[in-house]
């Protein structure tokens, strides 16, 4: 059995631990505690994946040692501390952790608009620090009816808008890079003039940072709001010019503003604490335990999925530019690789053509979701020798054929991907699967059979002639060498047969196969690990 090496370089949550630790495949180096000297020099050369947080500097030291590097993990948002070109150019996959931390950033957008309104810090501190209670000086405005405008409508902005209409907030988001019905679902305004934005009484800022948007509010923007507005940045420091910020705080023409981030960290001697209309905060946004947890769980996931070459979520540096398209496209090209990786392990033969269809939506992106799948396919026979910018180069070179195919409807589904994988021998298997919200991935039908699965773990594909006692046989052989099931499915056709896929919790030996194929209801056993 192969193993693969991941490398943890700085403190994450035991939950995330404890998934390394757990996988068989997976040889978990924790040096956490380790100085970074040794760190580097000792435990990154052994690295198949390093999982990294702001205190590991990926740069050109590291990077030195990574001989066997082919993939690093930071355990968060931001990478300004890992050089991603030179991890490009040496063939390492760079992925982070976006959406774990969601929750965190929402509720703290929220506790500093409330802030804001309500001056909270300052009467908190005028009791209790000096001791006076003094009412009169506090009046504060109410969220209720204040037009609230959001520049950024992703995962972060569209929650703020759902808590703000709770509020019962008039609420108006800008954001060019989205579908307008994903605002307007909410009943929520959408816009495509900034200028709306700037007239509203509260405005909060949910973007990443990129050339556009450093400094898109600067001295121009502030003199269009209101007199009085307040600004929220819990997102990423330098979206706000700083400069104009304290100019139009100091004039009065701000009221208030949240901040979480700053341009540069720590600001512990930034300007605009000796404000006294601002409420700070030491970049908190993914400060709470639920995000810690997440972040690590969805890290060690990454991470193992990577070392496997299975999938490689939230890939920074892949010629395919995940964030460039709408949020609902990535978990489809992670769900079309897993699919092609399911294929290729059950057929486990030559493989002749791929053919992706692509139903819905979705269909739009047909030509990213052949890579995605290719790669699948491919890794099972070729390992680290195929990557996102050699798939379809290695597939013509192999003569294998790939064909695409794009149909507006989904049937019963919103959106759905199908691979159809034909072997050299004559062998082929069609697997469909869709993505629900909130990113839940499905297998929905494997060859005729409607099933309701997640594509993870270890996988026994079991055809059946429908008869009674099959699953008490298949579940007392997987009992027999202590195997535990941790999920059964079961799908059915028309012509007397059945299929079921179970996902077990430890490794799957020959034997038990073999024992399987023996029953004499059996047609076919074939495994998968996804």
């Known amino acids: 059995m192969a193993t693969y090496t991941i490398v943890v370089c700085d403190h994450i949550h035991e939950s995330g631990l404890k998934i390394l630790e757990s996988d068989p495949e997976v040889e978990l180096i924790n040096a956490a505690d380790e100085p970074k000297d040794v760190l580097i020099e000792r435990y990154i050369p052994q690295a198949d994946v390093a999982i990294t947080r702001s205190s590991t500097d990926v740069d050109e030291k590291f990077l030195a040692q990574a001989k066997k590097l082919k993939a690093l993990v930071r355990a968060g948002v931001g990478v300004d501390n890992v050089d991603i070109p030179a991890c490009s150019k040496l063939g390492i996959v760079v992925m982070n952790i976006p959406t774990a931390n969601t929750i965190a950033a929402v509720e703290l957008t929220m506790a500093h608009m409330l802030a804001c309104v309500r001056k909270f810090p300052y009467a908190h501190n005028h009791l209790k620090q000096q001791r006076i209670w003094r009412r009169q000086d506090w009046y504060g405005t109410e969220l209720k009816d204040k037009k609230l405008g959001i520049i950024g409508f992703g995962n972060i902005g569209s929650r703020v808008g ?269 697997i469909s699967g869709t993505v629900f919200d909130e990113n839940i991935q499905r297998i929905v039908d494997i060859d005729g059979y409607t099933l309701d699965l997640e594509p993870k773990g270890r996988l026994i594909l079991f055809k059946n002639n429908d008869e009674p006692g099959v699953i008490g046989d298949v579940g007392r052989l997987i009992a027999k060498y202590g195997i535990n099931i941790s999920d059964f499915r079961l799908g059915r056709d028309n012509n007397g047969q059945a299929l079921a896929v179970v996902r077990v919790d430890q490794e799957i030996p020959k034997a038990l196969v073999e024992e399987l194929a023996s029953l004499d209801a059996c047609i076919s056993v074939r495994t998968a690990s996804v």
């Open 162 to 430: 759902k808590r703000a209409k709770a509020f019962e907030m008039e609420v108006i988001t800008y954001d060019p890079y989205i579908d307008p019905s994903k605002a307007t679902d909410l009943d929520i305004a959408y816009t495509e003039n900034f200028d709306d934005i700037l007239a509203c009484d509260i405005i909060t800022i949910h973007t990443p940072k990129t050339e556009e948007t450093i400094g898109m509010i600067g001295r121009e923007e502030i003199a269009k709001m209101k007199d009085g507005v307040i600004l929220i940045n819990c997102a990423r420091g330098g979206l706000y010019d700083e400069e104009a910020l304290y100019e139009g705080l100091k004039s009065g023409k701000i009221a208030m503003a949240g901040i979480d981030v700053f341009s540069k960290e720590p600001a512990t001697d930034n300007p605009l604490l000796d404000l006294d209309n601002v409420t700070v905060t030491p970049h908190l946004g993914a400060n709470t335990k639920e995000s810690q947890r997440n972040i690590a769980v969805q890290a060690a996931e990454s991470a193992i999925a990577a070392a496997k070459g299975i999938a490689y979520p939230n890939a920074l540096n892949l010629p395919i530019k995940e964030s460039e398209m709408p949020d609902f496209v990535a978990p489809f090209l992670e769900l079309a690789q897993k699919i092609g990786y399911m294929s290729a392990q059950v057929t486990r033969s030559g493989v002749k053509s791929i053919k992706l269809l692509a139903q819905g939506p979705v269909g739009e992106y047909i030509d990213s979701l052949a890579t995605f799948t290719t790669v699948g396919v491919m890794s099972e026979a070729l390992a680290d020798g195929i990557n996102y910018v050699n798939a379809e180069y290695v597939a013509k070179e192999r003569e294998i054929e790939i064909f695409k195919e794009v149909t507006p409807d989904a049937g019963g589904f919103k959106n759905l991907v199908t691979v159809k994988l034909t072997t050299q021998n004559g062998n082929v298997i069609r």
